[in-house]
């Protein structure tokens, strides 16, 4: 069995500063790390490897210093990392990062082995979009099951696969046929910390460098910025607030009464609201 | 004032606006899927209907409903809700086996209809639907799609101007296609307020055929399993809302929310970290990468207010803080705000508030 899990180096954004003044990121210093959701995908990766042999192919997308996160994706136990960058990659959009993925791909089924399942996180936190799993899968013709919670059965001989995708007001459980895509949900599984001998073999390990041309892209024009119909037109910061928070004071027995008078002055029509509420609950 | 930051890297392309290649010319009109799963109509469809209708309106355009499902009586009571909710026609594609929502069906039907009926702007819940089914779309039709954005607006020269968090939202960017069609936007549920119904007759009605048979769908849906707590669903939707934050100290603290709550005929949620801990359910979280609420009434406790929390609760008529520290960010953009420990104050506004509403509140139990 052979897996391919895209896994993305981002800004640790919960570290991210907005300056005060120029409404600019300030990202000097701020760490990158993988994708968190990314990582529910590498270990379900990982759990399917364990149980069914095979290889995992870790797969990303970026600027050089992305081997980072392969690297640390091989000491979780991945057995092989490609790196994707190429300077025809630039600003790159959804349909442009899936367009170079699933050219990748492809190569590493030809070049490896044939690929059975891809794997991607849910979204990431800085793209955030959740449409760059279902965009590989399209371009490459694969079977879609988004949300993943669990792998339910897989069956290489037969070549299907089961699993529980959350769905609007519950859970489906869906069958397909390999070969397949799965984006994983978050909190479905927990990172393995990694071995001594798989931390051993990751600094070490020769990590694949591909260019556009390496992955078999013929046409860059489909690539980065030029491949890219959407476009970022203006970036700003959210809009203060004009006025500040109205105070009550929390001390003495009437406090919770006050606080409760200072919400009907703010919004007159609320107290009716509440009597409907408890009356209809 | 927002202040436009110096343009970010692509900007350069977004100023040079090229004509619209020939082939996108004939696309017009404004289309929003209605989501229709087992015989309800996701309520994104309609907060999107309104957003749908002020594009039309801008444009002088139509503004189309679509509605996908299975043969019988929902398909088509979701097409005439549609009439009410804004739209001017809708558009239906039925067939056995669009009974359950499915990747492939769904999104060789959705794509047939734009190719066949050229939409200018397509508009979609971000559903887990949604997203899914959008994602396919975009990449079929080699279109721009621009996901959970939190504004939409027309620009002068009509192009659709999408606004989206970024950056874990810090910021907010605005994205336009250009040179491609349609210009595709997903909407997470309650970012959009609910415009208001009125009773209309549907103006016209279009029906597609879907080009496909079950032999050519892969993927077969085994089970549907509906979720236990309904009333998880229900928190993006409720009128009163009370969460708990990691300044609640310790798991057993989070039922003085749920009191306040359940006192108040509401619902209750929480920040994210106490979904890391274990301390409930990740259905409960609020926020970017929760729920997004919009409530008549929400009340914080404990909570310090970061922007991921703050962008999923700004659409609330009124927020309520309670804070040890008067520093914390939530008091920049709550109403009214305590600065004092939420453990004492909870359960004395409880009371105050099951005194206050004791004429209206029936024999139940609390929380
Ligand atoms: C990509 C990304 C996505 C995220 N998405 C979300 C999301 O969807 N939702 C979300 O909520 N967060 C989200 N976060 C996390 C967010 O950045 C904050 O870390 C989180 O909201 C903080 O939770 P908190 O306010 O409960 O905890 P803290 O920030 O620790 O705040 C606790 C607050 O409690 C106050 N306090 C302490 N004791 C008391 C007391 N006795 N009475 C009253 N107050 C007290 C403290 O003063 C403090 O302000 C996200 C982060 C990232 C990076
Ligand atoms: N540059 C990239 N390299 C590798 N994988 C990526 C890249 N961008 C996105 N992905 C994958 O696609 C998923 C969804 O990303 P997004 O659409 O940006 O939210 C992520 O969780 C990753 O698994």
Redesign the pocket.
Known sequence: MHVVVCIKQVP???QIRVHPVTNTIMRQGVPTIIN?YDLYAVEEALRLRDRHGGTVTVLTMGPPMAEESLRKALTFGADRAVLLTDRFFAGSDTLATSYALASAITAIGERFEPVDIVFTGKQT?DGDTAQVGPGIAKRLGLAQLTYVSRVAALDLAGGTIEVDRRAEGGVQALRTRLPCLVTMLEGTNEIRRGSLPDALRAARAEIAVWSAKDAGIADVTKCGLRGSPTVVKRVFAPTPRAEKATLVDPAGAGAADALIAAMFAARPRLEAELATLVRGY | MAQPDKPAAAAGRANTKKELPERFRQHKHVWVFVEQERGQVHPVSWELMGEGRKLADKLGVQLAGVVIGPPGPAVAEAAREAACWGADLVYTITNEILAEYRNEPYSKALTDLVETHKPEILLLGATTLGRDLAGSVATTLATGLTADCTALDVDADGSLAATRPTF??SLLCTIYTLNFRPQMATVRPRVMAMPERVERPLGRLVEHPLAMVEEDVVTKVLRFLPDRDQATSNLAYADVVVA??????SPENFQLVQQLAGVLGGEYG?????VQKGWQPAER??????KTIRPKLYIA?????????RV?VEGADLIVA????KN?P?FDFAHIGVV????H?LPMLTEAFRRRLSPHIRDRLAG
Do not use: K, Y
Not at chain 2, 301 to 309: E, L, V, Y
Not at chain 2, 322 to 325: G, H, L, R, W
Not at chain 2, 340 to 343: K, V
């Open positions: 640790d954004s919960a968190p936190i | 874990g939202g708990g934050g990691l300044g609640l100290g929480c920040s994210r970290p106490l979280q609020i926020g970017q990468t929760g406790a404990g909570i310090s207010g970061a922007i991921q929390h999923g309670i804070n040890t520290d914390a939530i004092g420990d939420a453990m104050l």
